[in-house]
């Protein structure tokens, strides 16, 4: 590692820990390509064509804002 001192050992091992998540979880965060995504979206049946963009910015909004309470704030039970 000392000899390459270029890569990004961080990112290698960031990598890795999702590649090996992936094998035995299936898909982590949004590291899927477009053409997964796409996949993904037809075998959900959902016809984006049909979506508003009115609709889209609603979910995306609600998403970011689970998202956000999600990683930012500790549940207690």
Known sequence: MKRRRDV???EVARQAI????????GP???YASTFE???MI?????????V????????YR???ELEW???STIQAN
Do not use: C, Y
């Open 62 to 64: 609600r998403m970011r």
């Open 69 to 71: 309470k999600r990683t």
């Open 28 to 30: 982590v965060g949004f």
């Open 42 to 50: 037809a075998k959900a049946g959902v016809e984006l064509e049909k």
């Open 37 to 39: 995504l796409a996949e």
């Open 8 to 10: 990004k050992w961080s």
């Open 52 to 59: 508003s963009v009115d609709e889209a910015i609603r979910h």
């Open 18 to 25: 999702v590649a090996r998540l992936e094998r035995t979880e």
